[in-house]
């Protein structure tokens, strides 16, 4: 076991990805020596997103390790600093290809001198580029043109997805309007609720759960979009979702629930809400931990604390 990392897991050993040292020990490698580098996040955007055709991914286990990795990363990172493992940059469309249910028809030459005149092209990457910048004018000129809304990245993503990922609400709004498939999943098996949850975007959640988005729909990892959010610390969207009904005990392929991944990673106000909420603190994950015995393991006093008087 490398010392080094198990000091970054804050001195034990309770979730030590014990599978990916063995299976891939040059990414585990990779990992730590990018640690305090601003690569890592760009690395773990590489590993976790299948963006390259022929690849299959890895298995469920070491996936589960590597996402919890990036994630306590992500928590130790200072609270000023507003980096994404997942950034949809630009470059992320170098190796654009279409969804074969959705090929993509050149629009009238009208739309292509409108869009010019916004610099953007009239293209994929152009639709996908006006949601990410929020330029909902040009958005509005794809959707004039007829272009299909469900028009997929190499990624899966569609233009609704880039939107609520960039917490872009007047395009989620002008999208949906415009009948987005607001359950559409990327190859991941996340929807546009679990992007919009991942970055705190309250405004694009809740106009996803207004038009029917699938509030307890797990990605390939089984995580939901109130787990997406509890890892992430977005108090105000763990709080819209519960307000809308949320299955707040549902399970991961590794057996957590939003509970453990709060008192894990230390997030004592989302941990109250979900104790206050019904949340059953008596669900052992895989590993037969319950999220109070997380919070001891990972030293967590205050929610500890919370244990006790809750």
């Known amino acids: 076991m490398n010392q080094r990392l198990i ?13 990916l040292e063995n299976s ?19 690395y773990f955007m590489e590993l976790m997103v ?45 190796n654009f290809a279409h969804h074969p249910a959705t090929d993509w028809s050149a629009p009238d030459e009208h739309y292509k001198i409108e869009l010019q005149k916004l610099d953007i092209p009239c293209t994929p990457e152009g639709f996908f580029e006006a949601a990410e910048t929020g330029n909902r004018t040009a958005v509005a000129l794809f959707i004039e043109a007829k272009i299909n809304t469900e028009v997929h990245d190499n990624r899966g993503w569609t233009p609704l997805m880039m939107a609520s990922f960039h917490g872009r609400d007047e395009v989620v709004g002008l999208l949906i309007k415009h009948d987005a498939d607001v359950n559409a999943l990327d190859l991941g098996g996340n929807s546009a609720l679990h992007w919009a949850a991942f970055g705190g975007h309250t405004a694009c959640a809740r106009q996803l759960m207004q038009n029917h988005a699938r509030m307890d729909v797990r990605n390939n990892f089984g995580w939901t979009p109130l787990m997406q959010a509890t890892a992430r610390n977005h108090l105000e969207v763990v709080v819209l979702l519960i307000d809308n009904g949320v299955n707040l005990d549902t399970a991961a392929d590794d057996g957590y629930t939003a509970l453990h991944k709060a008192a894990a990673l230390g997030y004592s106000e989302i941990a109250r809400i ?14 037969g931990d319950t999220a109070e015995n997380l919070a001891v393991k990972s030293r967590q006093e205050a929610v500890v604390s919370l244990f006790k008087s809750v």
């Open 274 to 287: 979900l104790l206050e909420q019904g949340a059953d603190r008596k669900l052992k994950t895989n590993d």
């Open 7 to 19: 000091r970054i897991l804050g001195g034990t050993t309770v979730n030590y990805p014990y599978a």
């Open 50 to 94: 299948n963006d390259r055709g022929g690849r299959s991914g890895f298995p469920p286990e070491i996936a589960a390790e590597i996402m919890h990795l990036s994630l306590v990363h992500a928590a130790q990172e200072p609270p000023d600093k507003h980096k994404d493992i997942w950034d949809a940059a630009s470059n992320s469309f170098t």
């Open 24 to 42: 891939y020990p040059r990414i585990l490698e990779t990992i730590l020596s990018l640690w305090d580098d601003d690569e890592i996040d760009n």
